[in-house]
């Protein structure tokens, strides 16, 4: 910037900037969001290639004629030079189509569509009870640092970030579901509820209620409860641990002092002043978790034998079905990427700081 | 890195040495502050019952044909499903085989594959790292870059994928965790070359006409790898899980094998009669990376003072 326009800037826009600055901000974040789309579209082509298995042989089976070998190898665009299978690739992903489903043959994306509802579900429970018990459990252990329930959520946090999840889901069915009776078994409903409901949402504590199947709903619920508390424990983990240190730090800054000065009371301190000023950082937290849950969910919903995207990415792994292998990847890339850029913009807006 | 253990009740003269005020030599100065970071660990309860659990989970893998009790390979159809006993201490699985023996050897398994996993990601991502930081203009924007593709992915996510790619396996599995677990390193060294690279003699050895390769190599890297080795003793607890996540679903080790992945994935069909064979390899994954977690938070406490 020139001496001049250093000058001339006052209050208000500057004259020498065409540009607004949150304009020029926001198409930088878009800039490197749409680079790193690209990228990820790239690693995943790279791993689809890596392939040990002949995809011909994948897709026709070992006891094919040469010709019908060949005119599989021209169909798939094998014979193509890598830039051109790799333009068709980017071509396909940006019109959603990642191939056929070798497993259900069905295309890849229809398949996602729908076993996804199903995730979501089961993640946004989870996040639910990982949130609603994380946050006020890192805030109370930041107020009463080194006491009894400090002591506490911190070995409850230490266990759900080293304890397997699948070991713990199996072992919640064993004790939850065969011996105390509680809760549901696998699945995300009784096998006599299956066809009786009409997919309206692919939701079905949503699709339930609104069929006003009291009932069924109950049932739903009996069967979500243990996979997304086990899903929840970890983001638990990750959300108390990080709330924690966020409100710490809080609580070591002068306004505190001075609103106990004043007679305010510790928790009006805590939860009206401090929560406030650490609101941003914990939702971007739990944004991140989140994400993080997607990946959690490949092993509870093996163990679960929940119909969602994680048991099918599973059964696409070992069915060596690399189309739909490379299709949900690519998708939880995508989903990470986006939240991290939504957390971002979250930053920016919210907090002044940053700007 | 655990600090060698030095016990001051040894002897008058190696207290005195480690507690001189002026080293005499950089052995010496490197000693002394290996003692006292020994010191504060010894100040902090969980991080040293981490430590020494990893000792107990090395010895007993080193030791492993000494210590189990039964071949973990020979079935023997008339003693399966055996509840814990005193011939079997934890029971036996499906096929007759001793579960404590299995889990004994089972330890080898998964500190070869930590171990080796730590082998492959530290290097690459502290290659990618310096030379990132060290470079910087376009080399640093393209690389890091990189880093931000692979570390778009969950690292169960991306190992899976890499695993589908390459075949099951164990050794696959390896490398498919350390192509994951190499991007939060070289973030790490990156940002360690930054405020090494301004350094007076960095700039000294380059007006000596050292080569960026040689500056690189010889004065940069060893500067990162302590930061390095704490972070990867903290990555060793996902690593693990990450392993036994691939195990149980049956694209990392394969059975007969005695990982605990898949000795807890074999159990599953009879985790409603017989708990115990999923059970307790399960337990075993658990008291592990509870290890690693522990003890790398004491050492984060220790040696980056900004998290105390």
């Known amino acids: 910037m020139s001496r001049t326009a250093i000058a001339a800037s006052g209050p208000g826009p500057e004259p020498g900037r065409i540009l607004p600055s949150w304009l020029k901000v926001s198409g930088r974040i878009l800039a490197s969001f749409a680079v790193t789309l690209l990228g990820l579209a790239a690693l995943t082509f790279f791993i689809g290639r890596l392939l040990p298995l002949d995809p011909v042989v994948a897709v026709l089976g070992d006891n094919v004629t040469q010709e019908a070998y060949q005119a599989m190898y021209r169909q798939l665009g094998l014979d193509q030079p890598l830039y051109v299978q790799f333009g068709r690739y980017i071509w396909g992903v940006l019109h959603l189509d990642f191939g056929m489903a070798l497993t259900t043959g069905k295309p890849v994306m229809a398949d996602i569509a729908r076993v996804f509802p199903a995730t979501i579900e089961l993640a946004s429970v989870a996040i639910m009870i990982g949130t609603s018990l994380g946050i006020p459990l890192g805030v109370l252990s930041a107020m009463y640092r080194g006491s009894l329930i400090d002591q506490i959520v911190r070995v409850v946090g230490l266990i759900g970030y080293s304890a397997p999840n699948f070991w713990l889901g199996l072992m919640g069915l064993v004790l939850f579901y065969a011996t105390l009776g509680w809760v549901g078994g696998p699945g995300r409903i009784d096998f006599t509820y299956e066809f009786d409901l009409e997919p309206v949402t692919g939701f079905l504590l949503i699709d339930s209620l609104l069929a006003g199947n009291w009932e069924m709903f109950g049932n739903a619920v009996s069967h979500i409860v243990l996979p997304a508390s086990i899903l929840a424990f970890s983001s638990l983990a990750y959300i108390s641990r990080m709330t924690r240190s ?72 070992l069915a060596g079905d690399m189309n739909a292998v490379v299709g949900c990847t690519l998708l939880v890339g995508v ?12 930053y920016r807006v919210f907090d002044p700081r940053t700007r | 890195m655990a600090p060698q253990p030095i016990d001051p009740a040894s002897g008058r003269g190696l207290r005195a040495w480690l507690a001189a005020p002026v080293p005499s030599s950089p052995f010496q100065a490197r000693m002394q502050q290996l003692s006292l970071k020994w010191w504060r660990l010894r100040a902090n309860p969980a991080a040293l019952f981490g430590l020494a659990i990893i000792v107990l989970i090395a010895l007993t893998a080193l030791f492993a044909p000494l210590i189990a009790t039964h071949d973990i390979y020979a079935q023997d159809l008339t003693m399966r499903l055996q509840r814990p006993s005193a011939a079997h201490w934890f029971g036996t699985d499906e096929l007759g085989r001793d579960i404590f023996s299995r889990l004994v050897f089972g330890a080898r398994i998964t500190l070869y594959i930590a171990l080796l996993t730590a082998v492959i990601a530290a290097p690459l991502g502290l290659i990618v790292g310096t030379t990132s930081g060290y470079l910087g203009g376009w080399v640093d924007i393209v690389l890091m870059r990189i880093v931000d593709i692979f570390l778009a992915f969950p690292s169960l996510v991306l190992a899976l994928a890499f695993v589908a790619a390459l075949g099951p396996g164990i050794d696959h599995a390896i490398i498919a965790i350390a192509l994951a677990a190499w991007p939060p390193i070289a973030r790490l060294a990156r940002a360690e070359t930054l405020s090494i690279r301004k350094s007076d ?5 380059r007006l000596q006409g050292a080569s960026p ?30 392993a036994a996540g691939l195990g149980f679903l049956g694209l990392g080790a394969q059975p007969p094998s005695p990982e605990w992945g898949a000795m807890l994935a074999s159990g599953r069909e009879f985790i409603l009669t017989n708990g115990w064979i999923a059970g307790i390899p399960g337990l075993a994954i658990l008291v592990t990376s509870l290890a690693f977690n522990l003890f790398g938070d004491g050492l984060r406490d220790i040696l980056d003072p900004r998290h105390g």
């Open chain 2, 201 to 205: 003699y960095i700039a000294a050895v």
């Open chain 2, 213 to 242: 390769l040689r500056i690189i190599l010889g004065h940069v890297v060893p500067m990162c790898i302590p930061s390095v080795v704490v972070r990867i003793t903290l990555n060793m607890a996902s690593i693990i899980l990450t």
């Open chain 1, 335 to 346: 989903i990470f990427v986006t939240l991290n850029l939504l957390c971002d913009l979250l």
């Open chain 1, 246 to 317: 966020f409100m710490m730090e809080q609580l070591g800054q002068e306004y505190v002092v001075t609103a106990r000065v004043k007679g305010l009371s510790w928790a009006r301190t805590v939860w009206g002043h401090a929560f406030r000023n650490i609101a941003v950082q914990v939702v971007t937290v739990v944004a991140l978790s989140y994400a993080f849950l997607l990946e959690g969910a490949v092993l509870t919903e093996t163990v679960f034998a929940w119909p969602g995207f994680g048991r099918y990415l599973t059964n696409a792994l």
